[in-house]
């Protein structure tokens, strides 16, 4: 099916730009900046405003729990959320238990709506060469990293990790621990500073979970425009918010957070999963997404 979707509002990021997409099928065919008069159907989007769905980070997700209890956390967690992807991780202590592990989640999440990726969270003792190029075979998206101790850093062989990353280069994304938190930008400054040094491909901040990962992020861990995207080729998955004075001049984070009332529609790959307050819950309508290439797209 073909259709355009006219004089739509995008916001990305803090940039409010108005087009006009051609949708054909689960994917966008073409953007244009000029309205363009062709015989095919047409969807006014003149009364909203259009932001890419959202990924979310969430280590939390109730994997054991029932069947219900399950489908109610992804629905108020992230369907109503405007989230069409999400990403979590598992926590890795031994290097034998990746592949595991990875399997096991995967058949957890095997009745989720949206599309997901697994990440690892280990120690820093288990950042190894080793490790690492079991995470490239398992097309990993990120590794999250356990920071105890500032000094532990010193003693990582990084020559021989970036060498190990290399040419897929998944980031390294720190979890700084609970310790450190009053020295919190020491530590956060010190690791970044490490990794521009010996030029690792990594997140040089904390994710905050349950809020949307920025583009910058969503390059990094090779997401994008694969997602959260609505450029020539990415797949049809939007929010619509009805438009009025306020939100005008308001950034993609700060509509997520505080304007969650205005979001009406929600589609996911073509689908309409939200139409005002009615959730549409599509078990297994979500894919395992493996990354081919991390921070392809240059931004």
Not at 39 to 44: E, P, T
Not at 124 to 148: D, G, H, Q, W, Y
């Amino acid at each position: 099916m073909e259709y355009i979707i006219e004089n739509a509002n995008i916001l990305r990021e803090s940039e409010l730009t108005t087009s006009s997409l051609l949708i054909k099928g689960t994917h966008i065919a073409a953007k244009y900046t000029q309205n363009h008069h062709k015989k095919r159907m047409k969807m006014s989007a003149e009364s909203f405003i259009m932001t890419p769905s959202y990924v979310l980070l969430d280590s939390t997700i109730p994997l054991n729990a029932s069947y219900q209890e399950f489908r109610k956390y992804l629905i108020n967690h992230f369907l109503k959320k405007g989230c069409t992807t999400l990403l979590t991780y598992i926590s890795i202590s031994y290097e034998s238990e990746l592949s595991k592990k990875i399997n096991e989640t995967k058949t957890a999440l095997i009745s989720s709506p949206i599309d997901f990726l697994i990440s690892v969270r280990i120690p820093l003792r288990l950042l190894t060469p080793s490790f690492i190029r079991k995470c490239k075979r398992e097309r990993v998206p990120a590794i999250f990293i356990e920071v105890n101790q500032l000094n532990e850093l010193n003693n990582i062989p990084w020559g021989w990790i970036r060498e190990a990353l290399f040419p897929y280069n998944c980031p390294l994304v720190p979890i700084i621990s609970a310790e450190l938190k009053k020295e919190a930008k020491g530590a956060v400054s010190k690791w970044k500073g490490i990794m521009k040094k010996e030029k690792i491909p990594a997140i040089y901040e904390e994710l905050i979970e349950k809020k949307p990962l920025s583009l910058h992020v969503l390059n990094k861990i090779g997401l994008y425009p694969q997602k959260s995207s609505l450029l020539h080729g990415s797949e049809v998955s939007y929010n619509l918010y009805l438009k009025a004075r306020e939100i005008m001049n308001v950034d993609e984070e700060a509509l997520f957070l505080y304007h969650s009332n205005r979001l009406v529609v929600t589609v996911n790959k073509g689908k309409v999963i939200r139409a005002g307050e009615e959730v549409l819950f599509k078990p297994g309508y979500g894919e395992h997404v493996r990354v081919r290439t991390p921070s392809y797209f240059a931004l």
